[in-house]
């Protein structure tokens, strides 16, 4: 842990030419964060400009005490919708609260969320605990941010179409009140603004990436309304006046029993955000050359986040579209974030009149057009191509967000408690395999080449797994299964190369197999095996039961001396099948 871990990059920050970069890299991901901002606060159910108030100080915050230079913190869709979906269920569809009800019974939820999560994270960096983020695996994520992309895109539909949306228990049902009214109910105007920024964001993307298209279609969409008079033209929804100034430094409301509530939705989010955080980080880190602390970087957010609740914030996290404006807009060091987070400053103090007349269906559509880039099937097929448990993981969590949406949190845990069952019937019934000799030299699996060539007084076995708690009873019964299969073996070797660690478990089961055969005269050998295995066994007495002289390097010096005992005068005409010469 460093406690000023931005002393490695001030003195960079100081060059002339690096703050022009910085401040031009800080001025063009502000231009895209506040309309972001803004949609983010309405997916997390907060009246629009609390976006802004979570635009500068978890900015800035996570950029001094994070270890990336060019990770944009702030809001970001998946972490506003997990938002809504813990604080939803506690106290009601925001979207039927006046601006006062949400501010007084919504907003307090979603601040002491953000004070929970960062401590969470801040915990978790203090003490070195990063690794706990790897209980969510890759293809759960994948399966989970395809899920939760394609739920915060359809969650926008009705504010695209203008029509009223239903907040229940089944998300599916929401969705298809939605659908049902589009013929009939469909508010033109609304349709129009939101339907011509998509158009307007797809189009810069596609032909003019350079130039942020947010920006032109709020800067339009904005004239546009105030010319026609959208507001009038009911239920035409506009953000409306935002309260101008920056937000008062006040306490998060620290309510035990909703502290309790919102613990394991903190969690999920104090990980989902991480993991999106520091994904986003190595990658550009791969490209800048720089090196990334994740333990660092989970205390940048978690700090970033305690102090964002202090001004009214709720759970910020690392973006990846901004963060690759950041890095294209060719942004040096953390001082990119300062100067973003001083430019929110200043539309607070001063220009939030200008986003008045900003129809709230442009906001839709912003978040529809982020999320769009967040679906990715190929992901998926990946993983199960790379392993069909990864696939089945992956595509159970996204099933499984979908449905259970809105309850986001919950999808997510049943893909990682499943990730982690399918990891632990991998590890209990590891893969072991009877070896023969192949023509090569090499000794390969008798379940794959049974015609090699085998010894029928040795069984000869690999056990590529690690010997714990969890599979000594696995490993200790296919041993005594070879053994009945071969009743005239007189020796077993246990080709170790694939065993990482041994436990208690595993040292207590070797030894009596040890026993149990050298009872019924038969030998067991072992090789390859690893020094934190052999220094276990040193440790426990169990190098001394087994003896020096049954330990090897390599299977053909264990082989070699097995051998020697069973022919040491060359008789029975030296048969030794195993060994590499009479292959």
């Known amino acids: 842990m460093k406690l000023l871990p931005f002393m490695n990059w001030l003195g960079e920050a100081?060059?002339?030419?690096?703050?022009?970069?910085?401040?031009?890299?800080?001025i063009t991901v502000a231009l895209v964060l506040i309309p972001q901002s803004m949609a983010y606060a309405q997916l997390a159910g907060l009246p629009p400009y609390y976006g802004l108030y979570i635009s500068f100080m978890p900015v800035i915050i996570a950029a001094l005490w994070g270890s990336s230079k060019q990770l944009a913190t702030g809001p970001v869709a998946v972490v506003s919708l997990l938002t809504a979906s813990a604080i939803i269920p506690l106290v009601g569809d925001p979207g039927a609260m006046t601006e006062a009800q949400m501010i007084s019974i919504y907003a307090p939820l979603a601040i002491l969320l953000a004070f929970l999560v960062g401590t969470f994270q801040l915990f978790l960096g203090v003490f070195k605990l990063g690794v706990i983020v790897n209980f969510l695996s890759h293809p759960v994520i994948v399966g989970f941010t395809n899920a939760a992309a394609m739920i915060i895109g359809l969650s926008q539909l009705n504010k695209i179409f203008g029509v009223s949306k239903e907040r229940s228990?089944?998300?599916?049902?929401?969705?298809?009140?939605?659908?049902?009214?589009?013929?009939?109910?469909?508010?033109?105007?609304?349709?129009?603004?939101?339907?011509?920024?998509?158009?307007?964001?797809?189009?810069?993307?596609?032909?003019?990436?350079?130039?942020?298209?947010?920006?032109?279609?709020?800067a339009g969409t904005i004239v546009v309304s105030w010319m026609v008079g959208y507001e009038a033209m009911r239920p035409g929804a506009v953000v409306g006046t935002?309260?101008?100034?920056?937000p008062s430094f006040t306490m998060p409301t620290f309510d035990l029993d909703m502290m309790g509530t919102l613990i394991t939705s903190a969690i999920v989010i104090s990980l989902?955000?991480?993991?999106?955080?520091?994904?986003?980080?190595?990658?550009?880190?791969?490209?800048?050359?720089d090196r990334i602390d994740p333990n660092q970087e989970?205390?940048?957010?978690?700090?970033?986040?305690?102090?964002?609740?202090?001004?009214?914030?709720?759970?910020?996290?690392?973006?990846?579209?901004?963060?690759?404006?950041?890095?294209?807009?060719?942004a040096k060091t953390g001082m990119s974030s300062v100067f973003t987070g001083v430019i929110v400053v200043i539309t607070l103090l001063f220009l939030t009149p200008l986003l008045y007349h900003l129809p709230k269906a442009v906001l839709a559509a912003v978040i529809i057009m982020a999320v769009i880039g967040l679906i990715n099937f190929k992901a998926v097929i990946h993983a199960w191509h790379a392993s069909k448990h990864d696939g089945i993981a992956s595509i159970v969590t996204f099933v499984a967000t979908?449905?259970?949406?809105?309850?986001l949190d919950k999808g997510i845990m049943v893909g990682a408690g499943l990730a982690i069952l399918l990891y632990l019937y991998r590890t209990i019934s590891p893969r072991v395999a009877q070896l023969g000799r192949f023509e090569d030299g090499t000794l390969r699996d008798l379940r794959v080449y049974p015609e090699l060539p085998t010894d029928e007084r040795i069984i000869l076995i690999r056990f590529d797994?690690?010997?714990?708690?969890?599979?000594?009873?696995?490993?200790?019964?296919?041993?005594?299964?070879?053994?009945?299969?071969?009743?005239?073996?007189?020796?077993?070797?246990?080709?170790?190369?694939?065993?990482?660690?041994?436990?208690?478990?595993?040292?207590?089961?070797?030894?009596?197999?040890?026993?149990?055969?050298?009872?019924?005269?038969?030998?067991?050998?072992?090789?390859?095996?690893?020094?934190?295995?052999?220094?276990?066994?040193?440790?426990?007495?169990?190098?001394?039961?087994?003896?020096?002289?049954?330990?090897y390097a390599t299977e053909d010096q264990a082989l070699s001396a097995i051998y020697d005992q069973i022919n040491p005068y060359g008789d029975e005409g030296n048969f030794c099948p195993l060994m590499p010469e009479k292959a």
């Not at 009140?177 to 339907?195: C, E, K, R, S, Y």
């Not at 307007?200 to 942020?212: A, D, E, H, N, Q």
């Not at 989902?272 to 050359?289: D, N």
């Open 14 to 26: 100081k060059n002339p030419t690096t703050i022009r970069a910085d401040l031009i890299a800080g």
């Open 169 to 218: 228990e089944s998300f599916v049902n929401d969705i298809w009140g939605v659908i049902q009214q589009v013929p009939d109910h469909t508010h033109i105007p609304t349709f129009l603004f939101g339907a011509s920024a998509i158009l307007i964001l797809w189009g810069f993307k596609k032909y003019l990436p350079k130039i942020p298209g947010v920006l032109v279609a709020v």
């Open 242 to 246: 935002i309260p101008e100034g920056l």
């Open 272 to 289: 989902v955000g991480f993991m999106e955080a520091i994904s986003i980080a190595k990658a550009m880190a791969a490209k800048t050359k």
């Open 298 to 330: 989970l205390i940048g957010q978690g700090l970033g986040n305690i102090t964002g609740s202090f001004f009214q914030s709720y759970p910020a996290s690392g973006s990846f579209s901004r963060s690759a404006v950041n890095l294209g807009a060719g």
């Open 402 to 407: 979908l449905g259970f949406a809105p309850h």
């Open 465 to 551: 797994g690690s010997l714990y708690f969890a599979n000594v009873a696995y490993f200790e019964d296919t041993i005594l299964a070879a053994v009945a299969d071969k009743p005239s073996a007189r020796y077993v070797l246990v080709v170790g190369d694939g065993i990482n660690e041994m436990d208690a478990s595993g040292e207590e089961v070797l030894r009596h197999l040890i026993e149990r055969l050298r009872g019924n005269g038969i030998f067991m050998v072992v090789s390859g095996l690893k020094r934190q295995v052999l220094d276990v066994m040193r440790h426990t007495g169990l190098y001394e039961i087994l003896g020096s002289g049954n330990i």
